[in-house]
């Protein structure tokens, strides 16, 4: 009995020293507590619920958070109201992520802390936007792009930002056709701004900048064909209208290629006091009355059309290798067509006569053909050679196997021609795209 009572008063007097203790501890909490220093009242309280389970502990532990919480939202608030966007951005993720790791204690978040994020995102996109628009006003492009990068990544639907954005491909672009344009490299500079203007054709003053340098970088062109007393006249009517044609198709915006038949109207008047070779005041005289800045003068200097009907030459043989076989006629052809011509053109100044570029560019078409060509089933088909003699009666094995193999190949050998026509036609298409690329050329480096 009397060992039973020492154990309960020692039980008491534990249990008492332990209430006493934990007295002392929230004590010691709210002290913290009151003094503002609300995290070491946290942290004690805390340990304190971790030990005892104590609603009062509890109950004080969510009143403390909920002051720190409160704390931290108003710090992002205040720091918003400085303008340190960024920092409030930092310190309202803070604040959130206290609330979410401490959402056991039944935290809340003020009803403006979506608003202020949203408001602070907004700012900073501001902020981002208007660098960029200073980096890009001084050429900085790189600067620009990461400006642009971090307006995005806070308002990503911002439009003045997206515009910037596309604006930024191709600014580099005006610039240089602007610096272009003060060397007075209006060429350089159109090749630009016809870039801008094809991305944005409302980007500034583009489209009068092309129009600007197009005016200053165009030179007239006409075209003349000197007679020639070798070549009919159609083909080189036909020559002229093809130039014509493939410099239209070049659509360099630079060229503008003034009628021909004027130029003709006015050639074949001087004509009758000049001769067929090439007279250069005579031609200068004429570029003159239409206008024209530069001319170019084209002749036909050697021609040869060459166009015999092809030579077929009947021929003997056997359906068979015997010599009893039945006899057949089949027939060799020979095709030896050609078309060559020599056209020299001159490109020259209109204004001092001088001869810019010169040329004799040669085209040259032959086509020789040698094949065979019978009406019925060749696979059987040996040819005779006059040569071989013999009793045609006798059933002989044919002795000429390399002439059979000879004949399959002129049998099968290739046979398409073409028709002088066609040679003219692809002579034109040669000729138009040759002196139009030098004038293409031309243009380009004028």
């Not at 009143?63 to 303008?83: C, D, H, P, W």
């Not at 007239?220 to 093809?242: D, F, K, N, R, V």
């Not at 040679?423 to 480096?445: R, W, Y």
Request: one cysteine or more; proline letters at 3%; glycine letters at 4%.
């Amino acid at each position: 009995m009397h060992t039973f009572l020492k154990y309960l008063l020692l039980s008491f007097v534990i249990a008492a020293f332990g209430c006493n203790m934990q007295k002392n501890a929230m004590m010691d909490a709210q002290k913290y507590a009151d003094s503002g220093l609300y995290q070491e009242a946290f942290n004690k309280y805390l340990s304190i619920y971790q030990e005892s389970k104590s609603t009062d502990a509890h109950i004080a532990l969510a009143s403390v958070a909920q002051t720190i919480s409160n704390k931290n939202f108003s710090e992002a608030q205040m720091l918003a109201g400085r303008g340190n966007y960024e920092s409030a951005i930092d310190a309202l993720d803070k604040a959130e992520a206290f609330v979410f790791e401490q959402q056991w204690l039944g935290l809340t978040m003020p009803f403006y802390a979506e608003s202020l994020r949203s408001d602070c995102r907004s700012n900073i996109a501001a902020q981002y936007y208007s660098k960029a628009e200073e980096a890009a006003r001084n050429d900085r492009y790189a600067d620009a792009k990461m400006y642009l990068e971090k307006v995005f990544r806070n308002q990503p639907n911002h439009e003045d930002a997206k515009y910037l954005q596309r604006v930024l491909s191709f600014l580099p672009t005006y610039k240089k056709g602007l610096k272009a344009m003060e060397l007075g490299l209006y060429r350089e500079a159109y090749l630009y701004f016809d870039v801008v203007a094809d991305k944005d054709a409302d980007f500034g003053d583009v489209l009068t900048l092309l129009k600007e340098c197009k005016d200053k970088a165009s030179f007239t062109l006409s075209y003349l064909t000197l007679p020639s007393l070798i070549a009919p006249e159609a083909l080189e009517q036909a020559i002229s209208t093809s130039v014509k044609q493939e410099i239209l198709a070049c659509k360099n915006p630079f060229i503008k290629l003034v009628s021909r038949d004027q130029l003709d109207l006015i050639i074949s008047e001087q004509q009758n006091a000049m001769s067929a070779s090439f007279d250069q005041n005579k031609i200068v005289e004429a570029g003159k009355l239409l206008g024209a800045e530069y001319i170019i003068v084209g002749e036909v200097i050697s021609f040869n059309n060459h166009q015999p009907e092809p030579q077929v030459v009947n021929k003997m043989g056997f359906l068979g290798k015997t010599r009893l076989a039945r006899k057949v006629q089949y027939q060799e052809v020979y095709v030896d067509n050609s078309f060559s011509i020599i056209y020299r053109y001159h490109l020259m100044d209109a204004e001092t006569g001088e001869v810019v570029a010169a040329e004799n560019i040669p085209f040259n078409y032959k086509n020789e053909l040698h094949y065979a060509q019978y009406s019925g089933d060749s696979s059987n088909l040996y040819p005779i050679d006059p040569s071989e003699t013999g009793d045609v009666f006798q059933d002989l094995i044919y002795p000429s196997e390399q002439g059979k193999r000879v004949l399959d190949e002129l049998l099968s050998a290739p046979r398409l021609r073409l028709t002088e026509a066609e040679q003219i036609t692809m002579f034109l298409e040669f000729i138009g795209h040759e002196i139009a690329d030098k004038v293409n050329e031309f243009a380009m480096t004028k």
